[in-house]
């Protein structure tokens, strides 16, 4: 099983998303899984300026900045990977930048005028399946604590692996990265201790992904859950009048 995450985060290698990342592998690993991380941060990306070269006959299928940045060599690696990981945090209630950037360069892979519908019923058109088809999982990472932060996100890869035919095999979402550290503090850990509950299931994810292809239900829940130390934190947090109070307890920790 070969695995190829995309780090989307602007902090790279030193970033939570990355840190998330880590912990996934470390599972999917000692399953035998080959794991590789392509860090966009680090890499030449061009901003797709829509020439629409790559849909003419003389260069067909082919950007214009093939061969003149780093987007390529990527596309390559995802056609040779069994499973990709989208990992970005959230920037202003969307994917990062870099992310975004990365994934419109996917339009010179694909005939726009040949018209196609997808195994999930939508009108589109061709893609390239080697690179574009391929299980997805998603890691999306923010501060925030409203379910409403990371919605978009969660929903745009929804909508990718719809159109683009990727079966969506895993969607880790880990709010609150700043009051645990962003993987970086262990004193700020410990006082959320429900994160190493969260961490055990990043691995476990990874385990599962490298023997089954997919992460299950229960492992998501784990490591999508709560880390705030109070009952019923999930719904507590819904009500409006209650934030206030946990806004006070909480600059005070
Ligand atoms: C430009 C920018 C925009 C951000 N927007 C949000 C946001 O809308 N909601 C949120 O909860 N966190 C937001 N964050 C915080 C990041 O999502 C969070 O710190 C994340 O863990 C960063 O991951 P990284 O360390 O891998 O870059 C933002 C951070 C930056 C730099």
Do not use: W
Request: aromatic share 10%.
């Amino acid at each position: 099983m070969r695995i190829l995450a995309i780090n989307a985060s602007y902090r790279g290698d030193n970033g939570h998303t990355r840190f998330l990342i880590d912990k996934l592998f470390k599972g999917a690993a000692e399953q035998g899984a080959e794991c590789e991380v392509v860090t966009l941060s680090k890499k030449n990306i061009n901003i797709c300026k829509a020439c629409s070269v790559c849909q003419r006959k003389n260069h067909y299928l082919k950007c214009a900045f093939d061969e003149k940045d780093d987007v390529k060599p990527i596309f390559d690696k995802m056609a040779g990977a069994d499973i990709i990981v989208f990992a970005t945090p959230v920037y202003i209630f969307g994917i990062s930048g870099l992310m975004k950037i990365f994934l419109d360069r996917v339009y010179s892979t694909g005939d726009v005028t040949d018209l196609r519908v997808s195994k999930s019923g939508l009108l589109f058109h061709h893609i390239n399946h080697a690179i574009c088809s391929k299980p997805v999982v998603t890691i999306v990472c923010c501060d925030n604590l409203e379910d409403e932060t990371p919605k978009n996100v969660k929903s745009y890869f929804k909508t990718y692996s719809k159109f683009m035919d990727a079966p969506h095999v895993g969607a880790l979402i880990r709010n609150a990265g700043i009051i645990t550290g962003h993987g970086k503090d262990p004193e700020k850990e410990k006082k959320f201790p429900k994160i190493y509950d969260v961490y055990d299931a990043y691995e476990q994810a990874g385990r599962e992904l490298a023997e089954y292809g997919k992460i299950t239900r229960k492992t998501e829940n784990q490591a999508n859950q709560e880390i705030i130390p109070i009952p019923l934190f999930k719904y507590i947090k819904k009500i409006k009048p209650l934030k206030r109070k946990f806004i006070d307890k909480a600059q005070n920790l």
